[in-house]
């Protein structure tokens, strides 16, 4: 059984003048993971941070359709923007962790949203480091600064942070470009235990890595969403002829 | 492509190269002997601080440029603390100076790291592009007064203003001064404050949004905490700027070489007495060493204090790029 999470309809995405998307609709799906591809500049971060409403804080930014999580249009005035983001995490490119210990930047958000009780966020630390695999490197140096750790980790880390605010969706850009293969394995492979719990949408150029961890795969191209489909129906059996091209490396 | 055509262009790209090579080399030495003559200058003067320096407390006594020990007519003896090189005894106690400069460096300091942390946040975080281009120019513009033109504002209207409204013990006064040290420390600070918060890198801002956090939250927990080491440099600059600034403090202090610890009396710095006696003493004298020694004592400490601004700022340029 699968359920929508994330309807998107008729959404067309601005920046000034330039336009990012051009009247995409999709239909996301909880538990599910749904890789966005297509060459660069053609929308994917723009609509992942649609998503989030990141996008508010780009300058010129403005969109006409609807962004609707379980339902409800996010871009609605009286949604919160807090809210909205305790909902939906983010994952960047390069690792963003705080110049701060590793505890502090676990801890940030939830003393950010009103946790005090230093046994109930030392709680949430561990659980979302053992979520993000990545516990038993961090449990003894919890008060060493996030930045010393290697760029694999860091990345976990930023999963675990991501974590911390008890998200139903995960938004993920390109997670592992900055990655060398192993951890990059280790991060598909956390992307596979977090579908249980999440619904997680994956940026990646990385064409291998969209056939092996996704369940749905959108080609997009020019703002446009050309095909959306079963991930191993996108790379056995395409129905559009760009998105052959594009999966099969002909084009991008 | 025949022999004599490889041959041609062989030599040609070696001339080329060669003479690349001669100009860049040129251009290398011109830079490094530049740098080597202001090293050397200052070392210079350094030399010459502490030769003429020596000179003084060879001929007066280090003792003296700490306090002077009289005994009272009661008979005990007393330290006090006094600048009056052209009395019959002589008295060359720079504390009282240094008292002074702290007096109105301080204060400025405390002012300008307010003002000057309020006004970079505004324009690093806040601002729009527009209105941080017509801001800065004229933040720039402040910092760029003459300082006699400010000294000369706060004598003569700054004074009288703040004289009617409170009352102070002397029209001019150290906190006057620092008023007007804070005009030129405030741009001084709020320019190096915006450079910190924006060698923030944007992904930090990100991450702080997307974990739900607004701006405030952003600037107060995040952008803030990363600049920490810049901001500090920007106050310890700006205290520099403040110890070493000479018209404003002479102009509006009041210039009384008396030791005082209280801000709304006149005072004296080290930086104004060096500037109204140099031109009047007679060469070589035991009054003339002393200024330098005061010299020495100024050059010192702001090189001390630039010296840990710059570590400072190094130190966070290299844990913000990791
Ligand atoms: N903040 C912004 N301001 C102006 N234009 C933007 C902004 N963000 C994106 N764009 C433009 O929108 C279009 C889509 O950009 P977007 O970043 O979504 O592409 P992308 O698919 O993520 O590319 P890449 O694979 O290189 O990351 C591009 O033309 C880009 O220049
Ligand atoms: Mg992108």
Known sequence: MKEVKIKINNLSVYFNYIQALNDVSIELYANRVTSI????????????????????????????????????????????????????????????????????????????????????????????????????????????????????????????????????????????????????????????????????????????????????????????LVEYDKTTRIFTNPANKQTEDYVTGRFG | MNVKEEEFISQYSAAVSKKKLIKEKLIKYFFMINSLAAIFLILSIFIFLLYESYRAFEQIGIGEFIGKEISTPGGTAKTIYQWYPTSEEPRYSIISLLVGSLLTALPATLISALFGIAVGIYLSEIASSRSREILKPVIEIFAGIPTVVIGFIMLAIGATVFNDLFHPPNRLNAFLASIGLSIICIPIVASLTEEALRSVPNELRMASYSLGANKWQTIKNVILPAAISGLSAAIILGFGRAVGETMIVLMASGNAAELTFNIFRSMRSMTATIAAEMGEVSFESNHYYALFVIGMVLFVSTFILNLIAELILNKMRKKLRS
């Open chain 1, 37 to 224: 591809i297509g060459p660069s500049g053609c929308g994917k971060t723009s609509l992942l941070r649609t998503i989030n409403r990141m996008n508010d804080l780009m300058h010129g930014f403005r969109l006409t359709g609807e962004v609707l999580i379980d339902g409800v249009n996010i871009y609605e005035p009286e949604i919160d923007v807090v809210n909205l983001r305790k909902l939906v995490g983010m994952i960047f490119q390069k690792s963003n962790l705080f110049p701060k210990s590793v505890y502090e930047n676990l801890a940030f958000a939830p003393m950010l949203h009103g946790i005090k009780d230093k046994k109930e966020i030392e709680e949430i630390v561990e659980r979302t480091a053992i979520q993000a695999g990545v516990w038993n490197e961090i449990k003894d140096r919890l008060n060493e600064n996030a930045l010393n750790f290697s760029a694999g980790q860091q990345q976990r880390i930023c999963i675990a942070r991501a974590l911390t605010v008890e998200p139903d969706i995960l938004l993920m850009d390109e997670p592992a470009t900055a990655l060398d293969p192993v951890s990059t394995a280790r991060i598909e492979e956390l992307i596979f235990e977090l579908k249980r719990k999440y619904t997680i949408v994956v940026v990646t150029h990385n064409m291998q890595q969209a056939a092996r961890i996704s369940d749905y795969t959108a080609f997009f191209y020019l703002g446009h």
